[in-house]
């Protein structure tokens, strides 16, 4: 009788052993190269749509074991423009498994890595955003009504980190340029 246990056993065992190298399979495949594309267009064309401006990012990397986000190369275009408005070389998110159970995001690190913002003041002293905001103020009704019965986001951001930053603002009535 023993010996059919231990068999049985093992047989379990290694049952749990497959199961379990088949999931982090998976798991490792969808994490690291499913979910970037997905995330990289999704961002892509949200971004595009909101703001109304070109969008562009080289790469995006997910590490499904350690909860990083890298992304890099991002830009945002003036519109109808090749300028850049807003860019950044690489954002890496840190996040912490604590965001699960607290049913909100929290960032264990921010790393933002030569981020660049360029501002215009035109002739007719409207900047180069302007329409940034005029479209925040324009927010659709429906929009609003459901924002006010939903729960606020709860998030914590930690360790934030800001390296080789560059703003520059052109001042169009005055004919200077401030970096």
Same mark, same amino acid.
């Given at each position: 009788?023993?010996?059919?246990?231990?068999?049985?056993?093992?047989?379990?065992?290694?049952?749990?052993?497959? $199961?379990?190298?088949? !999931?982090?399979?998976?798991?490792? #495949?969808? +994490? *690291?190269? =499913?979910?970037? @594309?997905?995330?990289?267009?999704?961002?892509?064309?949200?971004?595009?749509?909101?703001?109304?401006?070109?969008?562009?990012?080289?790469?995006? $990397?997910?590490?499904? !074991?350690?909860?990083?986000?890298? #992304?890099? +190369? *991002?830009? =945002?275009?003036? @519109?109808?423009?090749?300028?850049?408005?807003?860019?950044?070389?690489?954002?890496?998110?840190?996040?912490?498994?604590?965001?699960?159970?607290? $049913?909100?995001?929290?960032?264990?690190?921010?790393?933002?890595?030569?981020?660049?913002?360029?501002?215009?003041?035109?002739?007719?002293?409207?900047?180069?955003?302007?329409?940034?905001?005029?479209?925040?103020?324009?927010?659709?009704?429906?929009?609003?009504?459901?924002?006010?019965?939903?729960?606020?986001?709860?998030?914590?951001?930690?360790?934030?980190?800001?390296?080789?930053?560059?703003?520059?603002?052109?001042?169009?009535?005055?004919?200077?340029?401030?970096?």
């Amino acid at each position: 009788m023993k010996i059919v246990e231990t068999i049985t056993t093992r047989f379990n065992i290694r049952k749990i052993l497959k $199961r379990t190298a088949i !999931f982090l399979m998976v798991f490792s #495949i969808i +994490g *690291f190269l =499913v979910l970037p @594309p997905i995330i990289k267009s999704v961002l892509l064309k949200e971004l595009s749509e909101t703001l109304h401006r070109e969008v562009t990012i080289q790469t995006v $990397r997910f590490n499904p !074991f350690m909860l990083t986000l890298t #992304i890099r +190369g *991002f830009a =945002v275009k003036e @519109p109808k423009s090749q300028q850049q408005f807003v860019s950044f070389e690489e954002l890496y998110l840190n996040f912490q498994t604590m965001s699960l159970i607290r $049913r909100g995001i929290v960032i264990k690190e921010i790393l933002l890595r030569k981020p660049y913002v360029n501002i215009m003041r035109n002739a007719d002293l409207t900047f180069n955003f302007t329409d940034l905001l005029q479209t925040a103020d324009t927010e659709p009704e429906d929009r609003t009504k459901k924002d006010a019965r939903a729960s606020p986001l709860r998030f914590s951001l930690n360790n934030i980190q800001i390296v080789g930053a560059n703003i520059d603002f052109m001042d169009g009535p005055k004919h200077t340029r401030h970096t």
